[in-house]
């Protein structure tokens, strides 16, 4: 009980800052045009979904913590916010798929990349993703009408959600990742060779130092969608191959879906912060929110 209740203050105090965050970014990206770009439309996608999280996880919380999970809990009440905030779950991780796979057309295909991703298509894009992650909502109540566990849900979730978004993101970023190693080589030797008059192999990795920050930044883009997306994923196939029922346990559900609110609160600093051209309107666009708050 010490640690449901613990771990539920810790979502509950992140679900304003997950909201505030996740809503800069979409002001910033409204108040300048200059920002409306493809890529920068499915960060806002993301963004989007990010608050849709932030704002009901506390309402999944309270009820977790007040209903009980079986036939005798009163279907809209017990059923009906997980499966909306599971669409939003699925909205943001399709969102996350979506950005790797714009940076992967960017490094494959640079000349043809404004033909590829163009706003038209990106919007598009967006809307399949949204109507998938909403039928993915309303399967949910579809499932547990069949008296199934949680488990089985989501390991439904692993294979037609989370597996392939993860292949597209390893795939996207391992790419990438090694066209950057090999481009940071190439120059180097080109500079090498310039210097000494004759090509020489790459002694120094120091000289890369460039090149294992970028790796670093995909590192830890890769690393968050893993690192919080797998732990729930594993208790549900624990639970399927061995009976465990890890996650009828209430702790245990809070204590798997904690790094679920962690994704979306690194989301903003991975995906928007980072970025120079929107971190340069954040700053410019900080007083005037101060001063609209202060007005207020």
């Known amino acids: 009980m010490l640690l449901s209740s613990f771990l539920s203050i810790i979502i509950l105090l992140a679900s304003p800052?997950?909201?505030?965050?996740?809503?800069?970014?979409?002001?910033?990206?409204?108040?300048?045009?200059?920002?409306?770009?493809?890529?920068?439309?499915?960060?806002?996608?993301?963004?989007?979904?990010?608050?849709?999280?932030?704002?009901?996880?506390p309402v999944a919380i309270a009820l977790d913590l007040s209903l009980?999970?079986?036939?005798?809990?009163?279907?809209?009440?017990?059923?009906?916010?997980?499966?909306?905030?599971?669409?939003?779950?699925?909205?943001?991780?399709?969102?996350?798929t979506a950005i790797?796979?714009?940076?992967?057309?960017?490094?494959?295909?640079?000349?043809?990349?404004?033909h590829f991703i163009t706003m038209s298509n990106v919007h598009k894009f967006i809307t399949g993703c949204w109507t998938y992650a909403i039928v993915i909502g309303i399967s949910i109540?579809?499932?547990?009408?069949?008296?199934?566990?949680?488990?089985?849900?989501?390991?439904?979730?692993?294979?037609?959600?989370?597996?392939?978004?993860?292949i597209c993101a390893v795939v996207s970023y391992g790419y990438?990742?090694?066209?950057?190693?090999?481009?940071?080589?190439?120059?180097?030797?080109?500079e090498v060779s310039l210097?000494?008059?004759?090509?020489?192999?790459?002694?120094?990795?120091?000289?890369?130092?460039?090149?294992n920050r970028y790796g670093l930044t995909l590192a830890m883009i890769l690393?968050?969608?893993?690192?919080?997306?797998?732990?729930?994923?594993?208790?549900?196939?624990?639970d399927i191959f061995s009976e465990k029922m890890i996650l009828m346990d209430?702790?245990?559900?809070?204590?798997?879906?904690?790094?679920?609110v962690v994704s979306s609160l690194m989301n903003p600093w991975l995906y928007g912060y980072r970025c120079s051209e929107v971190s340069f309107f954040i700053n410019t666009f900080q007083p005037f929110a101060f001063s609209v708050s202060l007005s207020l």
């Open 17 to 57: 800052f997950i909201v505030l965050s996740n809503l800069l970014i979409i002001s910033v990206w409204l108040r300048f045009k200059r920002l409306r770009t493809p890529s920068n439309a499915l960060i806002i996608s993301l963004a989007a979904a990010d608050v849709g999280f932030g704002l009901l996880i």
């Open 100 to 114: 790797a796979l714009d940076r992967f057309t960017s490094v494959a295909q640079p000349l043809r990349y404004n």
């Open 176 to 190: 990438i990742y090694v066209v950057a190693r090999n481009h940071a080589r190439a120059i180097y030797s080109v």
């Open 68 to 96: 009980p999970m079986d036939e005798s809990c009163n279907f809209s009440l017990c059923i009906g916010p997980f499966a909306v905030l599971l669409t939003f779950c699925a909205a943001s991780l399709l969102s996350m």
């Open 195 to 211: 210097h000494n008059g004759n090509t020489c192999e790459i002694t120094d990795t120091a000289t890369l130092g460039h090149s």
């Open 141 to 166: 109540p579809l499932i547990f009408i069949r008296n199934v566990g949680p488990e089985v849900v989501i390991a439904w979730l692993a294979v037609f959600l989370y597996g392939p978004c993860l």
């Open 250 to 260: 209430r702790q245990w559900r809070l204590l798997a879906a904690t790094p679920l």
């Open 223 to 238: 690393g968050s969608i893993i690192g919080c997306w797998l732990p729930i994923q594993v208790c549900a196939f624990v």
